[in-house]
């Protein structure tokens, strides 16, 4: 990681905002406690994305939260192009002292991979945007690509890397596909989902799920109880009718990663 930080903190001398992007389903876990660091003495705004996803009451709650910190919120579909009037006159809060100036605010996006930093820049970029990639012959970076008559965006993210020593914040990153799902144990992702949909989001859950099961014996776990009833509804069984748990499991992260189960989010700022 210490090329990518290096090339980063290169890349961040240049610019005077940082962009960073959070998962608004896990907005503390989606963050590298590093940026504070590594942004210091710069213009700050944060951008909730995927705010689709998440569930609204915690989405407003956690711009509260940044707000108090002195840090300009914005939640974000970025997957959508309308936003970025949005963007702009939250870079004017974000940099009063610095927009009265002769050149543009240059800024760059940072994030954890997945949290939608490409989808982002694209969809405020729109067709004005630099074509770099990977083709023969481009340069890669330092490439700005203007938004606005007083912003410029840096075309190449930051790329951040997840903090997981905490397993909470691990387990929240799995949930929503921050972190490679080879390195993952799909079933305890899916068993995880389960009990926590049952704890917080209890309607949701039992809406596609169907009720939690009353285990008849007290030995029994009724998450697992659950889970056997969901892979015979979908028909995840292996031979002899036994419940397939990889493959419900897998399809139980997918409906949670797509919205399916509904507007889920995975931690509120009371917790923080
Ligand atoms: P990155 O550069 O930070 O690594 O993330 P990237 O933009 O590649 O986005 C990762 C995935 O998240 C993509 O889905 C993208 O479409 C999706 N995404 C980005 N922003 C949003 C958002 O606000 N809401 C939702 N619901 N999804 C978002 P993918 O399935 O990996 O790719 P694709 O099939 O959509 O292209």
């Not at 963050?31 to 710069?42: H, S, T, W």
């Not at 970029?125 to 990977?134: D, E, F, V």
């Not at 929503?176 to 080879?182: F, Q, T």
Request: a positive charge.
């Amino acid at each position: 990681m210490t090329k990518a930080r290096r090339a980063m903190q290169e890349d961040l001398k240049l610019v005077d905002l940082v962009m960073e992007l959070t998962d608004a389903r896990a907005p503390l876990a989606g963050r590298n406690p590093d940026i504070d660091k590594l942004a210091a003495g710069k213009a700050r705004m944060i951008f909730l994305n995927k705010a689709d996803l998440a569930d609204d009451q915690a989405t407003l709650a956690w711009m509260d939260y940044f707000r108090k910190k002195g840090i300009t919120p914005i939640r974000l579909d970025a997957r959508k192009t309308n936003f970025k009037k949005a963007v702009v006159d939250g870079v004017k809060i974000a940099c009063q002292e610095k927009i009265e100036r002769d050149r543009p605010i240059r800024a760059m996006v940072v994030g954890i991979p997945n949290v939608g930093k490409s989808t982002f820049i694209n969809s405020l970029a729109g067709k004005t945007a630099a074509k770099t990639g990977n083709k023969p012959g481009v340069t890669r970076g330092n490439q700005w690509i203007k938004i606005d008559k007083q912003l410029e965006l840096l075309d190449t993210p930051g790329i951040l890397w997840p903090k997981f020593d905490d397993e909470a914040i691990g387990m929240k990153l799995a949930c929503v596909g921050s972190i490679s799902d080879e390195v993952l144990n799909m079933q305890e992702i899916a068993y995880h989902l389960l009990s926590y949909g049952k704890a917080n989001y209890n309607q949701l859950f039992e809406a596609r799920y169907g009720a939690v099961p009353q285990p008849d014996d007290e030995r029994d776990n009724e998450i697992v109880l659950w889970m056997e009833n969901i892979a015979r509804q979908r028909g995840c069984l292996k031979r002899g009718a036994e419940t397939d748990f990889d493959k419900v499991s897998a399809q139980i992260t997918d409906d949670f990663r797509s919205g399916r189960i509904g507007k889920v989010s995975l931690e509120v700022p009371e917790q923080a």
